[in-house]
């Protein structure tokens, strides 16, 4: 098995793993690779992340441009744009999950960093999370939005709309994502409690 075929299974695997444990619904979510060669694979337009097909999935070259696969979500742009940021960046995972979204309506969060350390597993894995604003689906006046905040951050929350994980490879973006999902349900469910933070001295060190 050649290492486009791997990478097309992982994205299967894990693309069912968030479906299966309520992460993801219906036809929402996507995710994506960077190939060697510069192009990228995504999930499809109206795919259900539990329901993927390896050889279905969309296969774009290096310019964004569909080569051939099912059409490409019409997400691709949001994509692009993190790629486009941070060379770094070999993979995104991006969902509607639900108390990211919660987290995301609430007004008065911090934009540059709108998840409360209760615990370290959000600054470990992905970093400060943003928030950017709205914009309609698939509206891509997003793009250049997302571009300018993932130069400096690899987890974002698109507000009333669901977060977007940058990462070196497309499990680590997943786990990313999914980890920006507990730390906003933890966040959400102590929104109005007298709760306690990791001290700030502490925080530095676990980016």
């Known amino acids: 098995m050649n290492t486009e075929d791997k990478i097309r299974d992982e994205i299967v695997e894990l693309g069912r793993s968030l479906f299966e444990r309520g992460l993801t619904s219906g036809s929402t979510g996507n995710l994506s690779v960077r190939l060697n060669h510069g192009g990228y694979l995504m999930t499809p337009t109206g795919s259900s992340l539990g329901f993927l097909e390896p050889g279905r999935l969309s296969r774009l070259d290096a310019d964004g441009t569909w080569v051939d696969g099912d059409k490409p979500t019409k997400e691709a742009f949001l994509h692009l744009a993190m790629y486009q940021a941070n060379p770094r960046t070999n993979a995104v995972a991006h969902l509607h999950s639900t108390y990211s979204v919660c987290l ?66 497309i499990r680590a973006a997943v786990f990313g994502v999914e980890e920006v999902e507990e730390s906003a349900k933890l966040a959400y469910l102590l929104r109005n409690e007298d709760a306690d933070l990791i001290p700030e001295e502490f925080r530095q060190a676990l980016l």
């Open 104 to 169: 995301s309506c609430l007004r008065g969060v911090d934009a540059e960093d709108m998840i409360p350390p209760f615990t370290p597993y959000v600054l470990m894995k992905v970093g400060r999370v943003a928030k950017v604003p709205f914009f309609p689906p698939g509206d891509e006046a997003l793009g250049p939005v997302i571009r300018e905040k993932a130069q400096t951050h690899s987890g974002i929350i698109i507000a009333n709309h669901g977060p977007v994980v940058a990462a070196e490879s």
